[in-house]
């Protein structure tokens, strides 16, 4: 059981170029979340998605898109960066109402 | 709306000292408050998560926190510091129901000396 899996662990972007953050869970959990990490911060919620083709904006969208394809799977998008999106991405995902959520190890991105 | 508040960026307690890390919460409804652990460069893990339930509430690691409606707290403390308790902490507020949302604080990082 991997729990959560994110790729890559580390990026490099230019100014101006896309990427997708990648995110799996084998959990078989219907919540799934991205956060920001930014330091001194806390976690703040990007995107989240109650099942597979169901996505709703956080309170930092900006940026970014998201899409559920299936139950396992939750990639974001960055089609424009931007320095400002310097940051660690964490995703996350739940099973029911008490809100747990389980984490994967991060992506650290760097947008130069 | 929630939201949450810890109080102090950074703890340094003695090894074998008490350890409390404040959070102080706000919310329209009962909510359901948690605190996670993060450890250098790795994702975030539950500790503990307080649901309506007993208002005193244990978790990993000899931890444990104490759900105080009156004064809006829900403080983590732990009786004896040890080196590997040192991480960033964070409170979270979510209200539940259909809000599923985690709100979170900004994190608390404790230091352990020896």
């Known amino acids: 059981n991997a729990g959560v899996t994110q790729t890559p662990k580390f990026r490099i972007l230019k100014i101006g170029q896309s990427m997708t953050l990648q995110c799996t869970q084998d959990?078989?959990?219907?919540?799934m979340y991205w956060y920001r990490q930014d330091p001194g911060m806390g976690l703040k919620l990007i995107y989240y998605s109650v099942g597979a083709g169901i996505t709703d904006k956080g309170e930092v969208p900006n940026g970014y898109n998201v899409s559920r394809s299936t139950t396992e799977d939750f990639p974001l998008r960055l089609e424009l960066a931007a320095p400002s999106q310097t940051s660690v991405y964490f995703c996350?995902?739940?099973?029911?109402?008490?809100?747990?959520?389980?984490f994967g190890p991060g992506t650290r991105l760097l947008v130069l | 709306a929630q939201s949450v508040t810890q109080l102090g960026s950074h703890v340094s307690v003695s090894e074998g000292a008490l350890v409390l890390l404040r959070c102080n919460y706000s919310s329209s409804v009962p909510p359901y408050l948690f605190w996670y652990v993060q450890y250098p460069n790795q994702g975030l893990q539950l500790l503990l998560k307080?649901?309506?339930?007993?208002?005193l509430v244990k978790g990993i690691n000899g931890f444990e926190a104490e759900f105080k409606k009156s004064e809006t707290s829900f403080h983590l403390t732990k009786p004896s510091a040890h080196m590997s308790d040192a991480a960033e902490y964070f409170c979270a507020v979510s209200l539940g129901g259909s809000n599923y949302k985690l709100t979170f604080g900004k994190g608390t990082l404790l230091t352990v000396n020896p």
């Open positions: 307080y649901t309506s339930a007993a208002t």
């Open positions: 959990m078989n959990h219907n919540y």
């Open positions: 996350a995902s739940g099973r029911d109402l008490s809100e747990t959520q389980y």
